[in-house]
C-alpha cells in the first residue's frame, strides 16, 4: 500500500488512508492529503479479473471518451496519474493499482430513498447508454470472459456442485433445487442475442444502486461508477441488475426474507427513467428488459450460492453464511418477479410507442 501510494501525483501529500464503501470486489480505500484533497485508492482483485492490464485500459479509454462529454467534472470518473505519467500502478507482487478523484458533495445509496432517487438513478443509467453510443465496442477487452451469459453460468454452477469443495451441498439442498428447475428460462435472452432479435451495446454490466453518485444537494444521479465490467452486453442486464437490488424491498444480505419483495411501483419508477433516455430501444429490447431482471436475479443467485459452496472465494463476505444469505434473498425476489412477471411486462410494454 505505501509504495503504491508514494506513486501517484496527488494534490498535496497523503496524511491517511482507509477503508471505504460497500463494494464486494476490490479494496477501496479513501486518501486524504494534507492539502485536505479526497480520492478514491483501489486494488484491483485480481482473482476476480484475470486481466487488470486491459481492464485498466478499458476504464482509462472510457474515462477519457466520457470526461470530453461533460463541462462538470463530478459528472465521469476521472483516473489520477501516477508520477511517471501512467493511468494505473503495478507493485512488486504484480497488483494493479488506481486512483480516481473523490466526486464530492455526492452521496451513496444502499436503497433508494424515495421513487425519485430510483427514477434518477434509471435516467442516468440511460443517459450512460447514450453517452456511450459512439464508443467504439471493439476496442473493449472481455474483462470477464461470459460474465452474463447465463447458461455458461449454469454449466459453471454444475461443475461446482461435482466438486462440492466446502462440503456444503447437503445444508443447501432446497436452494440447489431452486436454481437448477429454472435452468431453461436461463437461457432465454441468451437465445435471442445468438438469433439475432436482440442486439449487443456498450452496456455497464454492474448497474447497482451503489455503483450511482447522487448530487448531495439537488439529489441527481450524479456520476456512474464501478467501471470494470464494462462491454458489450445486453440492455435487459443493465436494466435488470438495477431492478434486482433497487426495486428489493431489502437489503441483498437480508435475513429475514419476509422482508425482500420486489417492489412494482419501484419498478415503474425505474422503467420511467431508464427507458425513455434509451437512445434507440426497440420494442423487442423493451419486452426484454423484465426478463433481464428476472434472469440477472437468477443467475446473481446461483453465483452466489456457488460461491458458498466453493467456500467463499470470489465475494467479500462479513460473516459465514454471507454468501448463502445474500443467495436467499435472490431467490425470493425471483419467486417474486414470477409472480408478478404480467405486471411486469405490462408496464415495460406501455413504453412501446405505437
Ligand atoms: P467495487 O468494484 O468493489 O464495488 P467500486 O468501484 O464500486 O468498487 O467502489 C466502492 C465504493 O466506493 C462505491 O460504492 C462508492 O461508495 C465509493 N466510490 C468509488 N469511487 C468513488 C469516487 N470516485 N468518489 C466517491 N466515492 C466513490
Ligand atoms: C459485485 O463490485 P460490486 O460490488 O459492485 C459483482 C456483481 C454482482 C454484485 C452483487 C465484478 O458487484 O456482478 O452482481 O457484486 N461484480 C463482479 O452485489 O463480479
Ligand atoms: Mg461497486
Known sequence: METAIQSFLFDGNPISSKKYGEGHINQTYLVVTDKGKRYI?????????????????????????????????????????????????????????????????????????????????????????????????STLSETIPNFHNTPARYVQFKESLIRNVAGRIDEVKEEIDFILSREEDASYLQNKLNSGVLPLRVTHNDTKLNNVLFDEKTNDALCIIDLDTIMPGLIAYDFGDSIRFGASTGAEDEKDLSKIEMSLERYKAYCDGFIPACP???????????????????????????????????????????????????????????????????????????
Open 41 to 137: 485508492m483501489q486494488r484491483l482483485n485480481d482473482t476476480v479479473f484475470k486481466d487488470c492490464e486491459g481492464l485498466m485500459r478499458n476504464v482509462d479509454a472510457v474515462t477519457s471518451f466520457l470526461a470530453k462529454k461533460y463541462d462538470d467534472s463530478r459528472r465521469c470518473l476521472h483516473l489520477i496519474p501516477t508520477k511517471d505519467g501512467k493511468a494505473w500502478f503495478v507493485d512488486k507482487e504484480g497488483k494493479h493499482w488506481r486512483v480516481y478523484d473523490f466526486v464530492e458533495e455526492s452521496v451513496c445509496l444502499q436503497s433508494p430513498r424515495s421513487l425519485d432517487d430510483f427514477k434518477n438513478s434509471g435516467a442516468a443509467f440511460g443517459n450512460f447508454q447514450a453517452a456511450l453510443l459512439e464508443f467504439p465496442a
Open 280 to 354: 434507440g430501444i426497440s420494442p423487442e429490447e423493451i419486452r426484454s428488459l423484465p426478463y433481464g431482471a428476472k434472469i440477472i436475479t437468477l443467475e446473481n443467485a446461483l453465483r452466489f450460492l456457488m460461491d458458498y459452496i466453493d467456500g467463499d472465494v470470489y465475494y467479500k463476505i462479513a460473516r459465514p453464511e454471507h454468501n448463502l444469505d445474500r443467495a436467499r434473498t435472490q431467490i425470493k425476489l425471483v419467486s417474486d418477479m414470477e409472480s408478478k412477471f404480467h405486471q411486469m411486462l405490462k408496464i415495460a410494454e406501455a413504453f412501446i410507442k405505437s
